[in-house]
């Protein structure tokens, strides 16, 4: 997902497109009730009845009437037993009622299934012992939930092209898969397989996950079906429109051949002609300096859409109106693309555990940045995500969270595991070196350190997977690192005080844990570097001379010129509203 949209004038030196004002799409969302609070809300503690079931295969189809703004839909569900279960929970919007339910092609009488809530328990007629296999068929529909503020505010976007055809998208990151069909709505409830069917007016296309299987015609309406593997729960996405196609082949490093796909709006064919050109570009650098492409054998495939964007697996939801940024590339777009490495490649185990995608999501456009045009964009990118920065909660908090308490800027670490976590991978970076780093992520994202297509699939992970990936690989125990920069609020602070010629620094935290960070410091023209064993040191720096602590910006730490700098916006912005 985007950053999301703030005043910041850091975003506008940063031309990061998620920043600047998108036009809201025309939404009409009239007098529907809204989903509970438990279909809002994506993730948390699993449920036990949910734990109990492997999900295999999921087959969706849904017919889409733009005009009535509803969806006619089914889902057939493959499941097999981890353990003995006489019980399916799934969830669902309980506004999209259930006609009816078929286990195993019989159907099931009323009376064994409820969905007071956007949780739906079916009983089972014989329990499953593990092992056990189980298909149910769900016919429902209706009107899906409309987003208030697609992406960060989900549901479906209902909108218009500028000559008046319909525009759909859905974006369900934060309130989950169950916005619109029935699944384990939690990180860890990814089908092994899915089969979407979208049917259409003849006069729209509907993009989709993975690869089109085929279309077929049935009168005026024609029916797309695409087919993914490992989707990431909140990936699955609906997309209509009257798109036009751009494609071509990507020849990969590893020698096999990525297709290419665009879907656009006709009206912007010029800037979607320039955005399909930078695809191979950013596929030479994520192959490159990542590992390989993890969907190789589906597509590279992305979508216009009416919101900002969001990175639905082999569909990438695109809304930044092909604008440029003063990097040289999208950075939406990249954005969004590397998610298909830190998020449908490798998923967060748990919401907790989100800095997983975004942070590494965000490092990718400094890195990128760095790759296409050297330090000075490198830096000037990572600067201005540092105005950015809030400490006010830890990116992780060691128990199991809801999406929405991880976005949540008062009460969780929000935007901080966007701008703070790739910060703090770039001291990672300077920290262990370049080759450790790499081959941190590669382990973190493939789960080994010589992926090739072929011998990897989608994987999970936690932050202590992480954590020890970074053990391993460096050689050190590096908990204190992670400890301060995910589990403390505040940055650490290097306090420096002089003493004549000396000068002594000594590393402060929040809550007094250590932290050994080596700290560089240039005198005249030498750079020395203080070990900071026990967390202090110091220097002869005799009175007159140059001084520069860190001065090849390795270290994230505190700096009270970046929070003075964000209390003055902050006053500005006030001002101006009070104005109004
Ligand atoms: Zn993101």
Redesign the pocket.
Known sequence: ???RPHLLAACVALGLAACTSVPVARTAAANRPAPTAQTLNSGGVMPAEQARVHFDHAELHFAVDPAAQSIDASATLSFTAKSATDTLLLDLDRNLPISAIELGGQPLAAGAWSNPDGRLRIRLPAPLVAGGKVRVTIRYGGKPHVAKKAPWDGGFVWSRTADGQPWVASAVQGEGCDLFWPCIDQPQGEPDLIDTYITVPKTLAAPGNGVLVGITDTGDRHTYHWRAKHPDTYAISINVGPFKLLKGDYASRYGNTIPMELWYLPEHAAGAKQLFGEFPRMLDFFEQQIGPYPFGDEKMGVVETPHLGM?HQTINAYGNQYRKNGYGYDSLLQ??F??EWF?NQLTNADWDDMWL??SF??YMQPLYSQYLNGDMDYFSWLHNLRLLLRNHHPIVSGSSKTEEQVYDETAGPGQDI?NKGALMLHTLRQLIGDQAFFDSIRRLVYGRPDPRPGNFSPRYASTNDYVAIVDQVSGRDLRWFFDVYLRDAALPRLDEQRDGDTLKLRWVTEHGKPFPMPIEVQVGDTVHTLSMQDGSGQLQVPAGSLLIVDPRSKVLRDASYVVDYQQWMKQQRAAKSAQK
Do not use: R, S
Request: no cysteine; glycine share 14%; aromatic share 8%.
């Open positions: 997902m985007p950053l990175e954005h969004e590397a998610h998020g995608h975004e999501g965000t966007y």
